[in-house]
């Protein structure tokens, strides 16, 4: 079944109302999001931990690779330039970055918060070629804005 984006940003709302803390919504939203349709093969975070440096973060799936410099892969398009990733075939991005074999089809979704500091990317993975649409990064990007507003910028390693 296709996601219900109504029902996903109600459970997600009502489960991360008045909490602040990064890890804790990413692990929740990266949980709900996952369950909620199955084109979703992995669901989750990379946190910005240094300038110009991704680890991961709460995710669910198989094993995700811990670090993804900004200049490399999908995750890193989308930290570098702000903008949302929708790749419809994974073969032809030249540079990404195959954690999965399965793996056909991605979104991914800077995340930020009211003050637009970046946070990180939420990376779905599906093992679907072109499983992704303008419907779903428009549905994300508006819980991930909501979830993410009053979360702390990140405090940079040197
Ligand atoms: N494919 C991503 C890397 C992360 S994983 O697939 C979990 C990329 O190219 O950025």
């Given at each position: 079944?296709?996601?219900n984006?109504?029902?996903?940003?109600?459970?997600?709302?009502?489960?991360?109302?008045?909490?602040?803390?990064?890890?804790?919504?990413?692990?929740?939203?990266?949980?709900?999001?996952?369950h909620?349709?199955?084109?979703?093969n992995?669901?989750?975070?990379?946190?910005?931990?240094?300038?110009?440096?991704?680890?991961?973060?709460p995710?669910?799936?198989?094993?995700?690779?811990?670090?993804?410099?900004f200049?490399?892969?999908?995750?890193?398009?989308?930290?570098?330039?702000?903008?949302?990733?929708?790749?419809?075939?994974?073969?032809?991005?030249?540079?990404?970055?195959?954690?999965?074999?399965?793996t056909?089809?991605?979104?991914?979704?800077p995340?930020?918060?009211?003050?637009?500091?970046?946070?990180?990317?939420?990376?779905?993975?599906?093992?679907?070629?072109?499983?992704?649409?303008?419907?779903d990064?428009?549905?994300?990007?508006a819980?991930?804005?909501?979830?993410?507003?009053?979360?702390?910028?990140?405090a940079?390693?040197?």
């Amino acid at each position: 079944m296709p996601v219900n984006y109504d029902d996903l940003k109600n459970s997600v709302n009502a489960l991360t109302h008045g909490e602040n803390d990064l890890v804790s919504l990413m692990a929740t939203v990266a949980c709900e999001v996952h369950h909620s349709d199955s084109r979703f093969n992995w669901t989750g975070f990379y946190r910005v931990v240094a300038p110009e440096l991704l680890k991961i973060g709460p995710y669910q799936g198989g094993h995700g690779c811990l670090v993804i410099p900004f200049s490399r892969g999908v995750c890193g398009a989308a930290a570098r330039t702000g903008e949302i990733q929708i790749i419809q075939d994974v073969e032809a991005f030249a540079g990404h970055i195959a954690c999965s074999t399965t793996t056909r089809s991605e979104l991914v979704l800077p995340v930020h918060n009211s003050a637009g500091q970046l946070l990180g990317v939420f990376d779905i993975d599906s093992d679907l070629p072109d499983a992704f649409s303008e419907k779903d990064a428009k549905h994300l990007s508006a819980i991930l804005a909501e979830v993410f507003q009053n979360v702390a910028g990140p405090a940079l390693q040197s």
